[in-house]
């Protein structure tokens, strides 16, 4: 296994248009968590998935952010109408279980112009 | 709500020499784990060192290890025998039942030959 993978790592787009990242966890970890993280600062939570099931959202996750993981494997996040503030790296990670280790991903940095 | 406070945005060391970086914290949780996470440049996050708040003994990772302070909510990290490759930007992070880590502003660590 070579670890939590993210695509793309790279993403230019233009303010309203709506792109779709992709992370794919570890096998066999269950929780998959996706973060974001702006020039300077430490990563901010966004969600997690325990297997398929999406049991937290935090405030910073707008209604233009949607975030999947169908049949509990890989994840997408999408945001919609990407807005300026929106340009950040957005980091996966995954753990096998409540408490664990968190692996991350490279991540993909967005830049809306 | 759950804070991780970073006060040094820069810290600089000798190659082979010892430093330490502060990390403070606030929680109303008593079961809790904290971590160091080390993200080189242009490169994923990884795990340094975790410690369990309910393990009194300090964890130790070869040239690393932590100082926590329960009491105090303190929990530093030192780093001995300081290698070029220590190079990064250091986040001190909790975590607890909820999920999802939550990290502090991250340090700048830097290592002169």
């Known amino acids: 296994d070579t670890g939590v993978s993210q695509n793309p790592r790279h993403k230019i787009t233009k303010r309203g248009q709506n792109v779709t990242f992709r992370c794919d966890p570890i096998?066999?970890?269950?929780?998959l968590y996706w973060y974001r993280q702006t020039l300077g600062q430490g990563p901010e939570f966004l969600t997690y998935?325990?297997?398929?099931?999406?049991?937290?959202k935090s405030r910073l996750l707008s209604d233009r952010f949607s975030a999947e993981r169908p049949k509990g494997s890989f994840s997408t996040l999408e945001i919609q109408r990407t807005e300026q503030g929106d340009s950040a790296m957005y980091l996966c990670?995954?753990?096998?279980?409540?408490?664990?280790?968190?692996?991350f991903g490279p991540g993909t940095r967005l830049t809306v112009l | 709500a759950q804070t991780v406070t970073q006060s040094q945005p820069e810290m600089s060391v000798q190659e082979a020499e010892t430093v330490t970086l502060s990390c403070t914290y606030d929680?109303?949780?008593?079961?809790?784990?904290l971590f160091w996470y080390k993200q080189p440049p242009s490169r994923q996050m990884i795990l340094v060192i975790r410690?369990?708040?309910?393990?009194?003994q300090n964890a130790t990772e070869n040239r690393f290890s932590v100082n926590f302070q329960k009491a105090a909510k303190s929990f530093s990290l030192k780093i001995s025998d300081s290698q070029l490759g220590d190079a990064a930007m250091y986040f001190c992070?909790?975590?607890?039942?909820?999920?999802?880590?939550?990290f502090g502003q991250g340090t700048e660590l830097s290592v002169k030959p």
């Open positions: 998935f325990q297997n398929e099931a999406q049991l937290e």
């Open positions: 410690q369990e708040a309910y393990k009194q």
């Open positions: 990670a995954s753990s096998l279980a409540d408490r664990d280790e968190q692996f």
């Open positions: 929680t109303s949780e008593s079961d809790y784990y």
């Open positions: 096998s066999e970890h269950n929780r």
């Open positions: 992070a909790i975590y607890n039942q909820g999920g999802k880590l939550i």
